[in-house]
């Protein structure tokens, strides 16, 4: 199996709103006490506009499977470790090192490998090495104006290659809500859908769609970059719906902003994808990551600007 991710997203700038405003004095925390570390905020005193926090993926209009559900089976390792040849959860080999660091994380990659955790049936103990994702936010992140991206979110620490560092959830929406809800936004709306493509066997693809937009998590404040620092993996732990986890790309330092394609592609191969147009005819919108190798355009997957098949639905 193969991710790929292809969905155009945006920066935005969204004011501050009153609600979330706070005093310089008290400390802004954009997760609202559900993750395992605070969120700040800076400059001090602002914040963005209001959205409901969640760590997890929720299920939205259309959605097939609840990402709530438990639906794998879980492995029987008792009194040995998770090793490949005997964990059912690591038929594809081992995840993580003894560091807790993705292992293969080279940069010579092209697509991300699947990767399967232990989940709450398994027998094996919650200091099981093949539990990274599940376990949440393990760096200080915070949440910071930029000049031309409006919000991004950046480190407050060291983060080693290879570290899991946050996800990007939000809503898990049907292809037709997809459609709706691009087709409801205008040149000056934040776009926060992505979509996940997944190759499976037999040529089949897997589609995942999620939508922080109302309903996320602090992944909704990444911005892209054609020069990542993180590379997003679909993680599946106790659903069939991956959690798309954001992992470092190289040591990030303290206080460098976070980023990854929002195309999905490692090293930014460029395709002639890169130079479609949207199909009103507009330019794509323009990104300002600054990096040597900046291709001057978001990312977009054209396949969700095609004609709605239902034009009359609200």
């Excluded at 031309?148 to 570290?163: D, V």
């Excluded at 709706?180 to 040149?187: M, V």
């Excluded at 040529?203 to 309903?215: L, N, S």
Aim: net charge negative; glycine share 8%; charged share 25%.
């Amino acid at each position: 199996m193969l991710a790929e991710t292809v969905e155009e997203r945006c920066s935005f700038a969204m004011a501050a709103s009153e609600e979330e405003s706070e005093a310089p004095t008290k400390q802004l925390d954009v997760a609202r006490g559900l993750e395992n570390l605070p969120v700040s905020v800076w400059p001090p005193g602002a914040g963005p506009g209001p959205f409901q926090y969640t760590p997890d993926h929720i299920v939205g209009p259309g959605a097939d499977i609840d990402p709530t559900q438990i639906t794998f089976p879980g492995c029987i390792c008792v009194k040995t470790p998770c090793l490949p040849d005997t964990c059912s959860c690591l038929r594809h080999g081992e995840n993580y090192d003894d560091n807790s660091c993705l292992r293969d994380l080279g940069s010579e990659a092209k697509y991300a490998e699947p990767v399967f955790e232990c989940n709450v049936l398994c027998q094996c103990s919650d200091l099981c090495r093949n539990r990274v994702v599940q376990k949440g936010l393990q760096f200080h992140l915070q949440v910071f104006k930029t000049d031309k991206k409006g919000w991004g979110l950046r480190t407050l620490e060291l983060i080693p290659k290879g570290k899991f560092v946050c996800e990007y959830a939000g809503e898990i929406l049907g292809f037709s809500e997809v459609q709706r809800r691009i087709h409801l936004q205008t040149i000056y709306d934040s776009n926060y859908i992505i979509a996940i493509k997944e190759h499976v066997y037999s040529g089949q693809i897997m589609e995942t769609f999620v939508d922080p937009t109302y309903v996320g998590n602090v992944g909704r404040f990444l911005n892209h970059s054609c020069e990542p620092n993180l590379l997003m993996i679909p993680v599946r732990i106790d659903s069939m719906v991956p959690k798309l986890a954001l992992f470092a790309a190289k040591d990030i330092l303290p206080e460098e902003e976070l980023s990854y394609d929002y195309s999905g592609r490692f090293l930014n191969l460029t395709g002639s994808e890169d130079k479609e147009r949207l199909d009103n005819g507009k330019l794509k919108k323009p990104c300002y990551c600054g990096t040597k190798l900046c291709t001057a355009f978001l990312p977009f997957d054209s396949s969700l600007y095609c004609p709605m098949k239902n034009p009359n639905i609200n």
